[in-house]
């Protein structure tokens, strides 16, 4: 058990793992739309162009609601302990920066106008939240006259009120499934377009590869791009394990929407072709 739950009240302390958790499903979608953009900009305008309005949708659904409710909740928590009031002005010059992405994003005349943008955001965020995460938020956990879990319930109930989506779900979709049975997966089998054989051509699919990505944020990124992928099409995933949870996940959050094809299977690397019917 760490200091900070040790000298933080159990609900502060169960309230800050929350936050955690938000913020990476948050950084976890932005990125799996980030690089889906990035990956289909120069050879798939068509798809771009969705993946582009969803980028900017979701922005506007949640990221740019998240980072208001902040402002007008945590921050000014914050602002009033000496020790961090030049921290928390810096973090709200960041999500001016990040409005400014976000807009330059919504007007760029095409996709690949757009794609340094994505990038620039993607990198901000994730390190905008790694200061929550690192400094903020353990400061007013351990603050007794602040109660982070009421600051945060204020927050959701903003949010909810609002085009923002805070659900237990949403919460529940970065954390580790039930492990999924063999059953449960549709395989097509063949070698996926590989070979030449007839199959589809694997160059038309863009490909999401995770095994770098920090695992807090592996299975939000993966949804971030699912929810990228048009229907009718497909991404090619590539995982340093036999992704079980994250596939019986992908169906709890959407039953009967994708269909999973193992293209590889270790022992080292698994690629799967992710359809979306």
Excluded at 149 to 162: D, I, P, S, V
Excluded at 171 to 176: L, R, Y
Aim: glycine share 8%; aromatic share 2%.
């Amino acid at each position: 058990m760490s200091v900070l739950t040790l000298s933080s009240a159990p609900e502060d302390a169960t309230a800050l793992e929350a936050a955690e958790a938000h913020h990476a499903r948050l950084a976890g979608e932005l990125a799996g739309r980030v690089t889906m953009l990035l990956t289909v900009v120069d050879r798939d305008p068509s798809a771009a162009e969705k993946i582009h309005a969803g980028l900017v949708a979701f922005c506007d659904r949640s990221l740019l609601p998240h980072t208001a409710a902040e402002e007008a909740v945590l921050y000014p928590a914050a602002h009033g302990m000496p020790e961090a009031r030049l921290l928390i002005e810096s973090l709200i010059g960041e999500h001016r920066c990040l409005t400014t992405l976000v807009d330059a994003l919504r007007n760029a005349p095409s996709p690949a106008g757009a794609a340094a943008d994505a990038r620039a955001l993607q990198v901000l965020f994730e390190e905008h939240v790694a200061k929550e995460n690192g400094l903020v938020l353990p400061l007013l956990a351990m603050t007794s006259e602040v109660s982070l879990a009421e600051l945060l319930a204020e927050m959701h109930h903003r949010l909810a009120g609002g085009t923002g989506n805070t659900s237990a779900q949403e919460d529940q979709d970065i954390e580790e499934g039930q492990a999924m049975r063999e059953g449960q997966i549709e395989e097509t089998g063949g070698c996926g377009g590989v070979c030449g054989c007839g199959g589809a051509e694997e160059t038309a699919e863009p490909e999401l590869d995770v095994r770098e990505v920090p695992h807090a944020l592996r299975h939000a990124t993966v949804f971030g791009a699912l929810d990228a992928v048009p229907a009718g099409t497909a991404m090619v995933l590539v995982a340093p394990h036999d992704p079980l949870p994250l596939l019986a996940q992908i169906e709890q959050r959407s039953p009967g929407v994708f269909s999973a094809e193992y293209l590889e299977r270790g022992p080292e690397t698994w690629r799967l072709r992710l359809g979306h019917r």
